[in-house]
């Protein structure tokens, strides 16, 4: 059980559902959608957005059913050992995953702004960072989720300035693309929308959980909105062959925007969003780190340190853009498995074996 003094509030898990999925895919998610479904991208978003309120709604009812989180629920379903075996291998998905997040991230800083600066130098700042934040528990790393929020969310408005010279007729009519390659399209905007698995471990850290499944789906439906509203900015600003060639979409577009006090507003932005990849990657490492703790009665603390040294070797021989490329396609590979396959078994299975849970609790 978690103790009362360790819990958040409700309404806080629409801020850390917005900073588990946009993070560092929000700065180029539009190429790879592109390549697919054409300018039929957009419906890929809203389809994608449903699909990602449908699973919200199974994984609280996993949650709600059990009142605990899933590292307990596997444990019960598939036995210590196997149970235990699944969690490990969730918690390396979130340990991927914060890997991912960080090493596209320092390519984004060493493309735009310190070409020079080697990869381990970034990595051991934000290693360091990371520690110092997760080690203060898991108010604080809500916290970070909410201070973020607020501190990015003005950059939205400087995606207004590619309208002026923006064109949407190319967007006309809709669905030019086959309905197979808008479908299609979703597994490659996974990347952009995972984030959600998250609430299955962080569930018992919410007071009155049950009743936090509304600002969850908010926190989601914020998400979609925001890609959709990007994507369509990018899509009237970019054309196809354009886009073709824009690795970073949208640090691209915020180059229009012209100020006489900054010279290079996407110096700033790189800066400000260190406050989105942040976010992402603590809640990953924190997950990763208390879901080894449960399983293996290791101290936290030890096992964070551990997981750091691990990104941290791994952002030393991560490097290339191939290599960072074949990164975030298999994340989203696996994670659309998780979601979209797993967890609508483990939600079968949990019915399954409720009853055998109550007479067990009793």
Partial sequence: MVKERYKIDGFLVFYIIVAAQVGVGVLGFQRVIMSKAG??????????????HLAIYIIYSILNRYKTDVIEIQRF????????????????????????????????????????????VLGFLFCSLIYYIVSGGFRVVTGMCFLGFFITIPLILFLLFPLEYSDFVPL??????????????????????????LLLIFYPFIKNPEKSQKSAQF????????????????????????????????????????????????????????FVVVP??????WASSRIIKRTTNFSQRKVIICLLLIVLISIVFINSRIEINYLNQAVNYVSFYLIF??????????????????????
């Fill in 172 to 197: 006309l009519p809709i669905i030019q693309k086959p309905i197979g390659s808008i479908v299609g399209a979703i597994s490659d905007s996974m990347i952009s929308f995972m984030g959600i698995e």
């Fill in 77 to 120: 379903i598939f036995g210590k050992w196997i149970g235990g075996f699944i969690n490990l291998i969730i918690a390396f998905y979130f340990l991927y995953n914060s890997v991912t997040v960080l090493t596209t991230f320092i390519e984004v800083i060493q493309v735009w702004m310190f070409p020079t600066l080697s990869s381990w």
């Fill in 219 to 274: 926190g989601s439906l914020f998400t979609t909105v925001l890609y959709l509203l990007i994507i369509i900015i990018t899509f009237g600003f970019f054309s196809e062959d354009q886009l073709e060639r824009t690795i970073w979409a949208t640090l691209s577009m915020f180059k229009v925007a012209e100020f006489s006090f900054i010279e290079r507003l996407e110096y700033v932005t790189v800066t400000v969003w260190v």
């Fill in 280 to 285: 992402t990657m603590i809640l990953y490492l």
């Fill in 39 to 52: 300018y039929d991208g957009w419906i890929t978003i809203i389809l994608t957005g449903i699909l990602f």
């Fill in 341 to 362: 396959a797993y967890i609508p078994i483990l939600f079968i299975l949990s019915k399954l074996f409720y009853r055998k849970y109550r007479r067990t609790m009793k």
